[in-house]
């Protein structure tokens, strides 16, 4: 009789199978029931701001620590115009749900909003020039195009919002997850 068809050969097969099985059954059954230890890691937009410079633009660690801090000062400089305009933007919602509106304070409200938004535009603008100013000339490039991407950022949020016009052709990107 063949060894490969005797009785005894299958039946330890099929044992080792089953024990496999079993096993790598309970494998996955622990792995779903069991959690590991989770360490909670906070990125922060700042954080994420400075893997986006970083990366692209080959900061060295003096030119980093220089754009971090050009970047707090440039928030603690826009802050107070960005606290103004929400103010005046809940004013300006306060004054359009009335039953009668004052078109005449809708308008200043809107103008003084302009402003401040000019304002923080001007601040911007020096803002890219200072970083600008710590990078290589070889490096400006990339940060033209960084800086490009986030300014007009809104724009393209605003556009996916609230619509494109139907003669324009939309760009979709698919983003799959992998598990």
Known sequence: MDFLSSKRFIT??????????????GLLWWQNIHKPEERQ???????????YFTGPLALSEEQSL???KLRQEHFRTVKPNI??????????????????????KIKSLAGRIGTRQAV??????????????????????????ILERIATRKAN?????FGSPPHEIREFKIIREER
């Open 12 to 25: 330890a097969t099929l044992a080792i199978l089953i024990v496999m099985n079993v096993a790598l059954l």
């Open 41 to 51: 890691i906070r990125i922060t937009r700042e954080y994420k701001r400075q893997i």
């Open 66 to 68: 220089r754009f971090r």
């Open 120 to 145: 923080i535009e001007k601040e911007l603008a020096l803002h890219f020039h200072e970083l600008a100013m710590v990078c290589t000339p070889a490096q400006r490039d990339s940060l033209q195009k």
């Open 83 to 104: 606290q103004a305009i929400a103010e005046l933007k809940k004013e300006l919602v306060k004054e359009s749900i009335k039953e009668k509106p004052d078109t005449l």
């Open 157 to 161: 949020v605003r556009k996916e919002r």
